[in-house]
């Protein structure tokens, strides 16, 4: 049974990697392999528990004679709930941050972008573009950031060809924005909730590398455009009952929205509660703020008309899916044992967080950056340092401690592997969803400048390995 609740998991990275030629969605995939999954864990828990569990398991029976009910009932209480709330927490933060986001393009908050693009000149565009992104998507996630830039982006430049260099740019910005704050991607995300890192140390080790893998690319795409271009003129999206919000209303908003999100990690070192929590307390404060700002207008039949963005509702829906399916699908491999046994064997043939964060890298070019990420999270625990393998020395061990150069190193190559290839990443496949981008134009034109640039950024990382 362990095989094949293993050979699914692998069957599922298959369908994930070739996603755009099977046309199956990947969070489908995910949900079936990690639901899947567990079914044949809890059909066969016995073995299992008795292997991995079985002194937690007689604690828990109290004396009382074992059955397959009481082995199911240890299984759903004691093992499986433990791997559903670790994924609830980010899902949770996910659909706060989504609904902020949402409140905020609802009441215009976001229309100083349009006004910043206001010009003709390739260059001064791209990188206006590209800064913006960069500073939202460590503030927000990758997708959602990629989806709104990009609908900007579109609405603004006719010509096709320019878009697609503008659109590539907006993906390495976003996922290497993403990847700065632990509250920009999933990937820090689930880091900062297992305690592997620390909000503070894990974007100061990152700044530097983030910076150049997204700077060098972005500047290399910069040389191939031409020096002026065609725009269309901006015309004000209709948002129903929001229109008649001022100017310093929208930005008292998008302060109580962005600094909010911003306070998250000083909220979480001062309460020590999950960060999804604090996530929730800005978006009620913000909603409150909504409501006061339009109570006039909040019982008009009008209300009825509001224009939701549903692109970037069917993509965030799909990510949440995503997270929350990869999760439980490395969950019950994890609980099977496997993984023990594989990390034994790294940690006697490679013995080397660089070449481990090298190879993570190149899966993830193919592979998901999530999953990718998610798959090397799950190797190691800050908890069970201490039970790795006896051969292992104490220097390597550091690698796996609170802030050890092991969990930014995994974070960083995954998603910086996910630009090479642009089918390595949500915001890249929503660029190929929006524009038909092909995969070899995008390795001929950008992946390889995404992927000189993510190995110089290693490159950094392994020079301040001892800072980091």
Avoid at 275 to 293: Q, R, Y
Avoid at 427 to 445: D, M, P, Q, T, V
């Amino acid at each position: 049974m362990t095989l094949i609740i293993v050979t699914i998991l692998f069957l599922g990275y298959l369908l994930i990697a070739t996603e755009r030629l099977t046309n199956v969605n990947k969070a489908a995939v995910a949900v079936f392999a990690g639901t899947v999954g567990w079914v044949l864990y809890i059909c066969f828990g016995a073995d299992f528990v008795m292997s991995q569990h079985s002194a937690d398991f007689m604690s828990f029976l109290n004396d009382a004679v074992p059955t397959s009910t009481s082995v199911k009932h240890y299984i759903a209480q004691n093992i499986f709930l433990k791997y559903v709330g670790k994924a609830a927490e980010i899902v949770l933060f996910l659909i706060a941050t989504m609904t902020i986001v949402e409140i905020l393009h609802n009441n215009g908050c976001f229309d100083f972008i349009n006004a910043g693009l206001r010009t003709r000149k390739c260059y001064k565009f791209l990188w206006v573009i590209a800064t913006i992104t960069f500073i939202l998507s460590a503030n927000l996630d990758n997708l959602t950031t990629t989806v709104m830039m990009s609908t900007i982006m579109r609405s603004i430049v006719p010509n096709r060809g320019l878009r697609l260099k503008y659109g590539s740019a907006i993906v390495i910005a976003a996922n290497c924005g993403g990847v700065l704050t632990v509250i920009g991607d999933p990937e820090g995300l689930v880091l900062w909730n297992m305690g592997a890192v620390t909000a503070t140390s894990y974007s100061a080790s990152l700044a530097l590398p983030c910076l150049i893998a997204w700077i060098l690319p972005t500047w290399w795409i910069g040389r191939s455009l031409p020096e002026r271009m065609e725009v269309d003129s901006v015309v004000m999206p209709y948002r129903g009952d929001d229109t008649n919000l001022n100017v310093w209303q929208r930005l008292l908003m998008l302060v109580v929205g962005i600094g909010g999100l911003w306070f998250i990690p000083t909220f979480h070192n001062i309460t020590k509660l999950s960060p999804f929590l604090g996530a929730l307390c800005v978006l009620s404060i913000l909603w409150v703020v909504n409501e006061i700002f339009n109570r006039k207008l909040m019982n008009v039949d009008v209300m009825i008309q509001r224009r939701i963005p549903r692109v970037l509702q069917y993509g965030v829906i799909q990510m949440i899916l995503f997270v929350m399916g990869m999760m439980l699908a490395i969950g019950v491999v994890k609980e099977t044992g496997v993984i023990s046994a594989f990390v034994s064997y790294i940690d006697r043939n490679v013995h080397d967080v660089w070449l481990m964060g090298i190879g993570a890298g190149i899966i993830s070019t193919l592979l998901d950056n999530f999953a990718t990420a998610m798959s090397s999270f799950s190797l190691y625990s800050v908890a069970d340092v201490a039970k790795l393998s006896g051969d292992v020395g104490g220097e390597y061990l550091r690698n796996f401690v609170q802030n050890g150069a092991y969990w930014k190193i995994m974070a960083y190559t995954s998603v910086v592997g996910g630009n090479i290839l642009v089918v390595g990443s949500m915001s890249g496949l929503a660029l190929i969803k929006a524009e038909r981008i092909h995969l070899g134009w995008y390795f001929k034109n950008v992946g390889w400048m995404a992927m000189i640039g993510g190995f110089i950024g290693l490159g950094v990382m392994w020079l301040t390995r001892i800072v980091i």
